[in-house]
């Protein structure tokens, strides 16, 4: 069996194709969404509210993951890094579609500023595979622990009896974890200062945003 390797032009098609799954498409899952294992509970008006705007902020943050590792993926310097990059891409399209999914459930939608926050982390994921694989890596690790953090904070501020969104949100902080440790076991490398604490505070500007828009 032939197997094609992919030029840039084919890269380059390939991103668009994700991008617009990613910003305007259902993306189809490749595993079934933990929350549908789980029985639905009531939820009155201001907690169904409150559910579904904490989960557009992880609905967001999953559109970001796509533009940053498909960036990052596009000036990747080895093979290795680039399957790398993609195959945990592919594990945050399932995020995408869990997410998508738990926001129609609750009678709520997508953040209407999708197309930004995918065109701003797609320019990062560049800027930072620009630099060399070593510092994209630590990127990634970066980016996953903040991310891994502010779930464990949304499990708790999650209404007590919302089990079906909590479930999404626990296997994506184990997904999380375990492609912050495998980047880290590819050489990422520690970002220098003060990059994590302007991750951070562009993380809770998006948070507060994507919370109502």
Known sequence: MTIRTLSPFDRLLSGLERAMEAVAGSPEPARRS???AVPGAPLDDAERRHAAGLMRINHVGEVCAQALYVGQAA?????????????AAQEETDHLAWCAERLKQLDSRPSLLNPLWYAGSYAIGVAAAAVGD????GFVVETERQVEAHLAEHLERLPVQDDRSRAILRQMQADEVRHADAAQARGGIDLPWPLPGLMHAASTVMKAVAYRI
């Open 75 to 87: 000036l990747a310097r080895t093979a290795e890094t680039r399957e790398h990059l993609m195959h």
């Open 34 to 36: 933990p929350g549908d």
């Open 134 to 137: 070593p510092i994209s890596l």
